[in-house]
């Protein structure tokens, strides 16, 4: 508490990604040792000194433990989806040649940077697409994708995998956001 009588910004958080980073540190190594947990300490120290974090840094997110469950099952499942698919259009023989790769412009609502990188993270992983690049202002996602025959599709699909991210993650002031936020205009995102 400082004089004010308000709580300091930003110290649990902090307290919590040092407590996230030593037990990463120790993960790595692969065996909980005194020596690795105190390496994990001065790693953790110097990566948070050397990083600061600004007093509203994860002022959109939060850690929504029952929505982010739902999270995790909906996108395992459609990585599972995702992985049929690419296998199969490897597999069968006119496979090869249905598919049109190609970069689609995905206009988002892009509430903050973390929930943009989380959505573009997500995008990379799932099998037959990647993220090529993020544009802030206006918040677009180019997603390069094994097959962009239907790119209303897919910018519906990355729409709603933002959604179910901020949904997941995002504190209330994100949710709001997202809800009354605009997407920009197609015409405003081509290069």
């Known amino acids: 508490m400082g004089r004010s009588g308000g709580k300091r910004p930003g110290r649990g958080g902090s307290m919590l990604l040092f407590a996230w980073l ?5 993960a790595l190594w692969g065996v909980p040792t005194l020596a690795n947990l105190l390496g994990g300490a001065v790693v953790a120290s110097v990566v948070l000194w050397v990083f600061p974090r600004g007093d509203d840094a994860d002022a959109m997110v939060t850690f929504r ?13 459609q990585l599972v989806s995702s992985s049929l698919r690419v296998a199969w259009l ?6 090869p040649d249905e598919m049109e790769p ?3 412009a995905t206009p988002i609502r892009g509430i903050s940077d973390q929930i943009t990188s989380m959505v573009a993270n997500a995008i990379t ?6 993220t090529v690049e ?23 699909q990355v729409l709603d ?10 504190s209330a002031g994100a949710r709001s956001a997202w809800a009354h936020g605009s997407i920009p205009p197609l015409g405003e995102v081509r290069r």
């Open 22 to 26: 030593v037990v990463m540190w120790t």
């Open 65 to 77: 433990p029952i929505h982010a469950a739902v999270f995790l099952v909906w996108f395992l499942g």
């Open 90 to 95: 490897i597999v069968k023989p006119s496979g």
């Open 102 to 104: 190609g970069i689609v």
């Open 125 to 130: 992983l799932t099998p037959g697409t990647l």
């Open 134 to 156: 993020v544009s802030r202002e206006p918040s677009v996602i180019y997603v390069h994708c094994i097959e962009s025959q239907a790119p209303d599709d897919i910018r519906e």
């Open 161 to 170: 995998l933002e959604h179910r991210m901020v949904e997941a993650f995002g």
